[in-house]
T-cell receptor, first 111, second 117 residues
Framework: QKEVEQNSGPLSVPEGAIASLNCTYS??????FFWYRQYSGKSPELIMS????GDKEDGRFTAQLNKASQYVSLLIRDSQPSDSATYLC???????????FGTGTRLKVLA | KAGVTQTPRYLIKTRGQQVTLSCSPI?????VSWYQQTPGQGLQFLFE???????NKGNFPGRFSGRQFSNSRSEMNVSTLELGDSALYLC????????????????FGPGTRLLVL
């Protein structure tokens, strides 16, 4: 069973701190990874995608991929209360178009 | 460019009925995936269509079916509804051909919230 695992949380961080969200995956064939943010009652919204080992930065967000250790992480710098949401990690094996989603980590940013 | 649209947004049905949900992908996207999301089970993959063909399938019973039209619009049908089918149904579209982040990135529609009584 190919899986993507995330800690369900909630992860609570104070406003202005760095939030670190982690995800591990079991399928070594997974090559592309995606982070989605989902507010309560809304649909998932794409935040970051990453394909290569290392870090990828976009504004306050940094995605990190380590294929040898099979983990993906998302760092949110200067966390804001508006970042409070569930963050979904997904992996896909190149060319298959079948996403495997984790169950999500609920983030709470405390004002 | 318009995003993914889904209709209807809300639906109330009774057990035993059937329902059809519709999804229009982003213009130029040829892959449409369907997901069921419930509080207990998270986001569960139903199936994916590309060029009118089902390319991937999740582990749902045959009561759940779908199709895709030549304009890439997709429909999902659930027959003989059960209480447990109450969920948020999401569709997501992507370019769907080739490899790489550009082709594989999925964008979600707003979802259809189905309540089965």
């Amino acid at each position: 069973q190919k899986e993507v695992e995330q800690n369900s949380g909630p992860l609570s961080v104070p406003e202005g701190a760095i939030a670190s969200l982690n995800c591990t995956y079991s399928d070594r064939g997974s090559q592309s990874f995606f982070w989605y943010r989902q507010y309560s009652g809304k649909s998932p919204e794409l935040i970051m995608s990453i394909y290569s080992n290392g870090d990828k930065e976009d504004g306050r967000f940094t995605a990190q991929l380590n294929k040898a250790s099979q983990y993906v992480s998302l760092l949110i710098r200067d966390s804001q209360p508006s970042d409070s949401a569930t963050y979904l990690c997904a992996g896909v094996t190149s060319g298959t178009y079948k996403y495997i989603f984790g169950t999500g980590t609920r983030l709470k940013v405390l004002a | 460019k318009a995003g993914v649209t889904q209709t209807p947004r809300y639906l109330i049905k009774t057990r035993g009925q059937q329902v059809t949900l519709s999804c229009s992908p982003i213009s130029g996207h040829r892959s449409v995936s369907w997901y069921q999301q419930t509080p207990g089970q998270g986001l569960q993959f139903l199936f994916e269509y590309f060029s009118e063909t089902q390319r991937n399938k999740g582990n749902f019973p045959g009561r759940f079916s779908g199709r895709q039209f030549s304009n890439s619009r997709s429909e999902m049908n659930v027959s003989t509804l059960e209480l447990g089918d109450s969920a948020l149904y999401l569709c997501a579209s992507s370019l769907g051909a080739g490899e790489g982040l550009l082709q594989e990135t999925q964008y979600f529609g707003p979802g259809t919230r189905l309540l089965v009584l």
